[in-house]
């Protein structure tokens, strides 16, 4: 079974922080991604990642970036946290594109 | 646009059938997916149709396409208490590697 692991499942940081949400894969997929789900929008992508070292944007990129320095690792960066940045994130991966997703148990971020 | 509509609240008596719709906008979609999601967990994907096929069964499951109308729908029989969660339809579409997701139905069953 495919496994994505996001390190954290709850993170309470403060307007301004530097955070980093990590997310794992075990299946040597090419391609990962990050959403974050808000009620009522649901899913939206923010950054995806087809090869180590290669990302492109989404949908909402702004205030995020990301990182994919191994093949197994995808982080998400959010350079200075800010409120409306509370909500939950997503982590999957597939391969090749156009497969279902396998997705982690999402990080809740809430930034105060 | 990118557009995948739901409805956002479905609510059935358990032992009934549920139906949840979805509308696409992209005809030129491949995949069309179906998400649950459980209280505190991430997606799980319950099934998928190919875009050349109308109709897909799978045990309780039963996913209906209609191409013309750019609609797709998951019905589920015998619903269950423990098919309380949200439902995500989502479209993969031609030259996009990322899958575009609805706002999701939240299915309540009710004893």
């Known amino acids: 079974d495919v496994k994505v692991t996001q390190s954290s499942r709850y993170l309470v940081k403060r307007t301004g922080e530097k955070v980093f949400l990590e997310c794992v894969q075990d299946?040597?997929?090419?391609?990962m991604f990050w959403y974050r789900q808000d009620p009522g929008l649901g899913l939206r992508l923010i950054y995806f990642?087809?090869?180590?070292?290669?990302?492109e944007k989404g949908d909402i990129p702004e205030g995020y970036s990301v990182s994919r320095e191994k093949k197994e690792r995808f982080s998400l960066i959010l350079e200075s946290a800010s409120t409306n940045q509370t909500s939950m994130y997503l982590c999957?991966?597939?391969?090749?594109?156009?497969?279902?997703?396998?997705f982690g148990n999402g990080t809740r971020l809430t930034v105060t | 646009g990118e557009d995948v509509e739901q409805s956002l609240f479905l609510s059935v008596r358990e032992g009934d059938s549920s139906v949840i719709n979805c509308t696409y906008t992209?005809?030129?979609?491949?995949?069309l997916y179906w998400y649950k999601q459980e209280p505190g967990a991430g997606l799980q994907l319950l099934t998928y149709?190919?875009?050349?096929?109308d109709m897909k069964q799978d045990q309780r499951l039963t996913v209906l396409l209609n191409k013309k109308d750019k609609h797709l729908s998951l019905r589920i029989a015998d619903t269950q208490t423990g098919d309380s969660a949200i439902y995500f339809c989502?479209?993969?579409?031609?030259?996009?590697?990322?899958?575009?997701f609805g706002s999701g139905t939240r299915l309540q069953v009710q004893p």
């Open positions: 999957a991966s597939t391969s090749p594109y156009n497969s279902p997703l396998h």
């Open positions: 299946m040597d997929h090419e391609n």
């Open positions: 990642s087809y090869d180590v070292k290669m990302k």
């Open positions: 992209d005809s030129s979609s491949t995949y």
């Open positions: 149709i190919f875009s050349n096929m």
């Open positions: 989502a479209e993969s579409m031609t030259g996009r590697r990322a899958l575009t």
